[in-house]
Structures are given as C-alpha cells and as structure tokens.
C-alpha cells in the first residue's frame, strides 16, 4: 500500500546515498562481479546502478517491487542473515518516493523492464539487455516534497554517495566499481574507479585500500589478523602519521557489512590513545567477522548500528590487536 511505503521509506531512504546503498548492496547480492552507479545532481534527480549480477526473471519483477514479498526472514531466526538484503524493502520503499525502472535479464532470457512511480506500478514490457540489471531511480523524493527541504547541497549529497561507494568498494574488493557522475547528461565524468582485485583476501584488501586510500597509505599500513573467542579482526590499520582530521578514512566491517558504530569507533580511538591528541582520527579498514548470533545487525534500519552480545569482548580484541601492531612498528 502506497501510504505504508511511503512511511516505511523515510526510514530506509533518508537521502540518495541511502539508496545508492541499497542499490549497490542488492547488487551485491546478486553476485555481480561489476558494478557502475552513475548519479546527477547529487543523487536528487538520477541514481542508476548497473550490474552483471543473476538478474531478476520477467515474472517476479512486479515481486520484488512488492512489500516484504521478497523478505529473507520467515520468523524463525532473526539473527541468521547471511546477505545484506533481508527485509524485502528497499526497492518498494523506492518505488513510493520517485520513478524507479527495473531492466534486468537473466542468462538466455528476454530481457525485461517495469516502471513504479508514486507507488503505482507499471506493466512488465520487454527491453534490450544483455545481462545482469539496471536500476534507474529518478527524481527522488518528488512524491514526498517535504523530504526534498532537508536535502542539503548538491555537492554534499554527491559526497555522501561517494563515501557510500568507497565503503562498499573496501568490504568488496573482488568486485570492480564505478561511479560517474552524469549531471547534464552523457557519458559524465568518472569520479572514482577501482579495479577488481585478485589474490587471497589480504592482498585484494591491499590493492583496494591503495585505490580508496592511496598507494603511500597501503604500503605503510599494518596488517591486523587477530581472533579472540570467535571473533576475528582483520585489514589494515594506518601508523599514527597517517591519522586524519575526520573519520572519514574509518572503514569498519561486521560481516561484511560497513557500519559507523560508537563502540567500534570508540576502540579504535582508544587503541592509538597514547599517540593521537583528540582532533585526530585514526584511518583503518578492519572486518570484524563472526558467527551471526554473536552480534545484531538490525539495530537501526539503515543497517550501520551493531549489537555484540560481549561487547567487551569486540573492544578488548580491537585494542590489543591494533597495540600489539603499533608496538611492533616501534610505537
Ligand atoms: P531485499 O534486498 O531486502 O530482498 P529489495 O527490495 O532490496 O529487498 O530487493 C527485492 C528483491 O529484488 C531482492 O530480494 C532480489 O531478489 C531482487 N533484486 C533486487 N535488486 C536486484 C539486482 N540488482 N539483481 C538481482 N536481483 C535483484
Ligand atoms: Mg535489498
């Protein structure tokens, strides 16, 4: 029902870069190995994410427009939620507050396409495709024009997608990335590309820290593999040099998934305590993994609040793992 997703979406879609999320994490799911998202005017009035992914077959293209009609969770298990995808709503959600087309195709298949707009959808029409999914969402928030006031600029909205991308790009360096900005039309301008990686996970996480981070900071972060009571901590950690003004070089992962989490921040800040004065940060990439029902991911809708069971234990692993490399480095 249009009304409910429109509510629902306010929570799922705060502004593009929460979309952009979603789009490129469905993407992920899906088992792309290549993915472009291209925006103009900040996100406000094109997103388009492409993929190479599974595709989505004709008919079930009106489901997965369909509230909860995809959602992964039966009831049974809350905590088990192995994709990033589980609660079935984003694209509905999307689909009540601007003009979102699915094209998509999977293997031999035709090629097929269905427009939602407001909360109305379309028929399924055929299309040309050659694989994988396009998802365009255009003038977002254009049914809900409250929500377009708290928009900020153009330039903070397309940084906010950025920062989106870079995140998703670190917890998946085996896949390739593109981000182009259209605004005005055309083939726009890339604005940040990452190749995708080979090698075992430290070295794909290596080479993607060089293209989010820069080379000099790849080759002098410290590599952290540390695990404690089936927990695991590992990625890169940047010497105090390295440190900046902001947190924006804190990438943070638990099971995958990019998450701002105070208690995470908060360890990572009290392991360089001794070398950072307070208006620095330390940069990092660190993934924490661990059994599903050690931590609730579910906190908050937009996903980026965790829950350990020990929180403790998340910390006191976070802290002595990063001292013991700094140590190590001569600090
Ligand atoms: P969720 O991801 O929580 O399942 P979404 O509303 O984000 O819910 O997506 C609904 C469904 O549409 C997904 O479960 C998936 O089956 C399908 N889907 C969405 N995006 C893609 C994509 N890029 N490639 C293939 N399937 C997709
Ligand atoms: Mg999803």
Do not use: W
Request: net charge neutral; charged share 25%.
């Amino acid at each position: 029902d249009a009304a409910i997703n429109r509510i629902a979406a306010g929570e799922v879609v705060e502004r593009p870069a929460s979309a952009v999320k979603e789009l490129v994490e469905n993407a992920i799911d899906a088992g792309a190995r290549r993915i472009e998202v291209a925006y103009a005017d900040g996100g406000k009035t094109l997103i388009r994410v492409t993929d190479d992914g599974c595709g989505i077959e004709a008919e079930s293209l009106p489901l997965a427009l369909s509230r909860h009609a995809t959602s992964k969770i039966d009831g049974t298990d809350l905590l088990d939620i192995h994709t990033f995808g589980f609660r079935g709503e984003a694209l509905p959600s999307l689909g009540a507050v601007g003009r979102l087309t699915i094209t998509s195709r999977v293997g031999r298949a035709e090629a097929a396409s269905i427009s939602v707009s407001g909360g109305k959808m379309g028929a399924v029409k055929p299309a040309a495709l050659s694989g994988g999914t396009i998802v365009e969402l255009r003038d977002l928030f254009y049914a809900t024009p409250a929500r377009l006031k708290f928009m900020r600029s153009d330039r903070a909205e397309a940084q906010a997608i950025t920062d989106v991308v870079k995140r998703l790009a670190m917890a998946e360096p085996f896949i390739a990335f593109t981000l182009r900005d259209v605004t005005g039309g055309g083939e726009g301008r890339v604005t940040f590309r990452a190749e995708a990686e080979n090698g075992d996970l430290f070295d794909a996480l290596h080479g993607r820290l060089a293209s989010i981070l820069g080379r000099e900071f790849a080759e002098n972060a410290l590599r952290i593999d540390a695990t404690r009571e089936g927990l695991r901590l590992l990625g890169y950690a940047a010497l105090p040099t390295y440190s900046r003004g902001s947190s924006v070089a804190q990438y943070l992962f638990v099971n995958g998934r990019p998450v701002k989490d105070k208690l995470l921040v908060g360890a990572l800040r009290g392991a360089y305590f001794d070398f950072l004065s307070r208006d620095r940060h330390p940069a990092a990439a660190l993934f924490i993994d661990c059994d599903p029902h050690l931590v609730d991911v579910n906190v908050h809708p937009a996903k980026s609040e965790v829950r350990f069971r020990d929180p403790g234990l998340a910390r006191g692993l976070i802290v002595s793992a990063l001292r013991h490399a700094l140590a190590e480095a001569g600090h």
